[in-house]
């Protein structure tokens, strides 16, 4: 190709991006002017962190082609990782078990170590096969000796409002980082165990170790209550109430003829769109640097063939677990964001549909290979997500209006809930079809 077609392409291609961007915040400016403000930045944090999701399932697949479903669980850990670093210590339970809950871990991990360690080392035959056999039972055993007291004693202290051992106290903006570096502690041990699977296989094995990480949070309550939540987790921005209190506040809404429970809303929403962005933006900036480099085109040789990147002496198998945890600490991080923002832990609210395959759609839309694709996909599948079902709600009482009111009618309108699985599907067949490579290819 010329250096005429080279840069005309690349103008069009530019071209191209504005005008789908332009079109997505019209979307979410139209949702404020004829909703309401507070809904679209509602909306708009909800978007930013899934794109960071959508931008962490890129990294895994757009660059290496590592197809990964364990969305979910890397996203429930970044939630954990806010309850643990940020939430207050509950008053007891560290006396009453919480020493030995850290002693039967730590000794549950010596003995996974040691297994390891005896496969290295010993000869091959039976003896190894015996040892490592030994070593895994003798040292599960001591475990839950060790384990099972300690979580008793801290499910005991105070079950009806605590029964955790709670968290360190800290700032809760470090929780963001530290549940980057659970996931990514979560993805080296998955990894080292299931990168030399098949992909299809690789596929399974990540969906079922997410629902491992979903089980064990749900029913280890000494660990963040399980399915009796964990609320109240604190927030880097001002409470609204707190803000209606503040005189100063009160008279600046007065000379603005603003009403203030309003106002106070939409500052808080702005106030964490503002840190939201600030992650994002840096995300955007260190994924592009990486993928621009010779290590980015290592990734992407290796994606495109693996064998031939092999026989040019690349470690595949070292590249692939390298890119699995950096694209697992990403959804991490938007799990911890997205638990500051909700202020709660809520295991039963993780779905694979929300938290897995509603990722994948927004990178597939958004263009697998693409970062700022992958951002594009989750404010417009979002969007969708969120405001097809009124939409749909409203057409559906268009289009029954003359009917007479009766099962028909009844089964209609109700039948709009299923409006937003039904779009998802549509968006998805659709854009497979007319842009298989989505709406901003990656190269």
Do not use: C
Not at 79 to 87: F, N, R, T
Not at 229 to 243: F, K, Q
Not at 319 to 333: E, M, N, P, T, Y
């Amino acid at each position: 190709m010329s250096g005429a077609q080279t840069m005309h392409s690349q103008t069009n291609s530019r071209g191209r991006t504005l005008a789908l961007a332009a079109a997505v915040a019209a979307l979410f400016l139209l949702t404020g002017l004829f909703q309401s403000w507070n809904l679209a930045l509602q909306i708009l944090n909800m978007a930013l962190i899934s794109s960071i999701m959508a931008l962490g399932v890129n990294i895994q697949w757009g660059y290496a082609g590592l197809f990964s479903v364990g969305t979910m669980g890397f996203v429930a850990l970044g939630g954990l990782a806010v309850v643990l670093v940020s939430s207050q210590p509950v008053p007891g339970a560290w006396a009453a078990g919480g020493t030995g809950i850290v002693l039967g871990l730590l000794f549950g991990a010596a003995s996974i170590a040691a297994a390891v360690a005896a496969h290295a080392k010993l000869p091959k035959g039976r003896m190894r096969n015996l040892g490592v056999v030994a070593i895994l039972i003798g040292g599960f055993f001591v475990y839950r000796a060790i384990l099972d007291p300690a979580v008793l004693a801290v499910e005991a202290n105070n079950p009806s409002s605590a029964g955790n051992i709670g968290g360190l106290g800290l700032p809760v903006l470090l929780a963001w980082p530290a549940g980057g570096l659970l996931a990514a502690a979560a993805a080296w041990a998955i990894g080292k165990t299931a990168l030399g699977l098949r992909s299809d296989y690789l596929a399974i094995a990540t969906l079922g170790i997410a629902e491992i990480i979903l089980a064990v949070m749900k029913n280890e309550d000494w660990l963040a209550r399980g399915v009796k939540n964990v609320v109240g987790l604190p927030r880097p921005v001002p409470y609204e109430v707190d803000m209606q209190k503040s005189a100063a506040f009160l008279d600046w809404t007065a000379r603005w003829g603003l009403d203030p429970q309003t106002t106070s809303s939409i500052l808080v929403k702005l106030m964490y769109g503002a840190l939201f962005a600030a992650v994002l933006l840096v995300l955007i900036w260190l994924s592009q640097a990486a993928l621009n480099s010779p290590w980015g085109r290592m990734m992407r040789a290796i994606r495109d063939n693996e064998v031939s990147a092999e026989a040019m002496g690349k470690d595949v198998t070292r590249r692939h677990l390298q890119i699995f945890i950096l694209g697992s600490a990403v959804i991490g991080i938007a799990g911890a964001m997205m638990t500051t923002l909700d202020g709660q832990l809520t295991p039963g609210s993780y779905q694979p549909l929300r938290f897995t395959f509603l990722i994948w759609v927004m990178v597939i839309v958004g263009g697998s290979g693409n970062n700022w694709g992958s951002v594009l996909g989750g404010f417009l599948i979002w969007w969708l997500w969120v405001m097809v079902e009124p939409i749909g709600l409203w057409l559906m009482n268009v289009l029954t209006m003359g009917l007479e009111p009766g099962p028909l009618k009844t089964h209609l309108l109700n039948s709009a809930a299923h409006m937003r699985l039904l779009t998802m599907g549509g968006v998805l067949l659709l854009v497979l079809r007319f842009a298989p490579r989505g709406l901003m290819p990656g190269r």
